[in-house]
């Protein structure tokens, strides 16, 4: 499960950023997570609180937001909602699309106190 080491190094994360800004806890964590990557949102939530555990990030709320996936195909050149990774465009089929949005884990915000 590489969702554990994904929440270590969010928490690897927020941690510098303690060290930067100087704060006692973190009361809430938003976390970008993307349809097409390889990332289970659940799995996510599962194992938080036991990483979390002894850190700066016990006891925060995490959220989750769902980045949905978007292309722009290379043949046809728009910009097109895509529901797989390796999908082909739905407007003209063509098989070369670049995703542009919706692969990405990204530590969004915090809350802090």
């Known amino acids: 499960m590489h969702e554990v080491s994904l929440i270590e190094d969010v928490i690897g994360l ?3 950023e303690r060290r930067k800004q100087d704060f006692l806890r973190v009361r809430v964590i938003r976390l970008r997570v993307g349809k ?4 289970e949102p659940e ?7 036991a990483v979390a ?3 700066i990030a ?7 937001v769902m980045v949905a ?9 728009q910009l097109v909602a895509m529901d797989d990774r390796f999908g ?3 407007l003209c089929g063509d098989a070369r699309v670049k995703i ?3 692969d990405e884990l990204r530590l969004a915000e915090m809350e802090v106190e």
Not at 36 to 39: I, S
Not at 58 to 64: S, V
């Open 14 to 16: 927020i941690e510098e």
């Open 36 to 39: 097409l990557g390889h990332v």
């Open 43 to 49: 799995a996510l939530r599962f194992c938080f609180d």
């Open 53 to 55: 555990l002894g850190t």
């Open 58 to 64: 016990e006891g925060a709320r995490l959220d989750i």
């Open 69 to 77: 996936g978007q292309g722009q195909c290379l043949g046809c050149g």
């Open 88 to 90: 082909d465009c739905p």
């Open 100 to 102: 542009i949005a919706g």
